[in-house]
C-alpha cells in the first residue's frame, strides 16, 4: 500500500490527466481555432469604396480542424454558410498537414488515458515493474506532449500555408476575399493548455518521489527507581 503522501500526488495527477483529456477533446470537437477579419474585394473594387465604406465590405470567418462558419459582405448584404473541411475542402489545403495535425492530437489523447490509469494504479498500489510507475508515466506523458507537435504543425499551416486565406475563398467563384487579420482563437488555446498540463503531471510525479520525514511518536519515559526508593 503506498504512503499517503504518494496517494494523494497520484490522486492530483490522476485529475490532470483527466483535464488533459477533456481539454484535448472539447478542442478537437469545436471549431474556434481561427478567426478572421475578411474583405470582400471583388465588391469593394467594382464600387471604388474608400475607406469609410470598407467597413460595409468586411465580414468574418472561424474554422476548425472539421467544420466553421463564413459571413462575408460583398454588397448584398450579409450572407453567412458553413465550412466543412472534409470531404472536398482539405483537398484543397495541405492535406497531408492537417491530417497529421489531427492524428498527433488523437495520440495524445490516447496516451493521456494510459496516463491516467497508470496514475490511478499507482495511487492504489505498490508496482513491481519500474515501467508501471514512475518511468512509465514519464514515457507515456512524453509521447502525449505530441499534441505540442500538432499545434506547431497547425501553427505553421496557418502562418506560411495561408490557411485562412484557402479555406475563405474555397467555392468562391464570384468574389475574391482578402484576410485583413486572423488570430488564434480559445479552441486553440485549450489545446496549449492540455500540453502545458502534461509538463505539470511529470513535476506532481517527481514531487511523489520526495519522501516526508515520518512524525516521531514519543515513548512514556519508565519511571527510574533508585536505592533509596527501594528502602522506603
Known amino acids: 500500500m ?13 485529475v490532470l490527466c483527466a483535464g488533459s483529456v477533456v481539454l484535448l477533446v472539447v478542442a478537437l470537437s469545436t471549431e ?36 466553421g462558419g463564413k459571413s462575408k459582405k460583398c454588397g448584398l448584404g450579409r450572407r453567412r454558410s458553413n465550412i466543412y473541411v472534409f470531404p472536398k475542402l482539405v483537398r484543397t489545403l495541405n492535406g497531408g498537414l492537417h491530417m497529421m495535425v489531427i ?7 490516447g496516451f ?20 508501471k510507475g514512475h518511468k512509465g508515466l514519464y514515457l507515456w506523458n512524453c509521447i ?3 499534441g505540442g507537435l500538432a499545434l506547431l504543425s497547425f501553427l505553421a499551416a496557418v502562418r506560411h ?6 479555406v475563405a475563398n474555397y467555392r468562391e467563384n464570384l ?49 527510574t527507581i533508585s536505592s533509596l526508593d527501594l528502602l522506603y
Not at 492524428?103 to 489523447?109: C, E, K, P
Not at 500555408?161 to 484557402?166: G, I, K, P
Request: hydrophobic share 50%; with cysteine.
Open 103 to 109: 492524428l498527433f492530437l488523437l495520440v495524445a489523447v
Open 175 to 223: 468574389f475574391v476575399l482578402v484576410v485583413l487579420d486572423d488570430s488564434l482563437d480559445w479552441s486553440f488555446w485549450l489545446a496549449v493548455g492540455s500540453v502545458a498540463t502534461h509538463f505539470a503531471i511529470c513535476g506532481v510525479v517527481a514531487m511523489s518521489r520526495i519522501k516526508l520525514p515520518k512524525p516521531e511518536i514519543k515513548r512514556p519515559e519508565e519511571p
Open 32 to 67: 474556434q481555432w481561427v478567426s478572421a477579419r475578411i474583405l470582400c474585394k471583388t465588391g469593394a473594387e467594382i464600387v471604388n469604396a474608400s475607406r469609410p465604406e470598407l467597413e460595409l465590405f468586411i465580414g468574418d470567418i472561424y474554422y476548425g480542424l472539421f467544420r
Open 112 to 131: 493521456a488515458l494510459v496516463s491516467l490509469s497508470f496514475c490511478i494504479y499507482n495511487a492504489h498500489k505498490v508496482p513491481y515493474q519500474s515501467i
Open 2 to 14: 503506498p504512503s499517503l503522501w504518494k496517494r494523494v500526488t497520484f490522486s492530483v495527477a490522476s
Open 161 to 166: 500555408h495561408s490557411l485562412s486565406e484557402r
Open 144 to 146: 502525449a506532449l505530441f
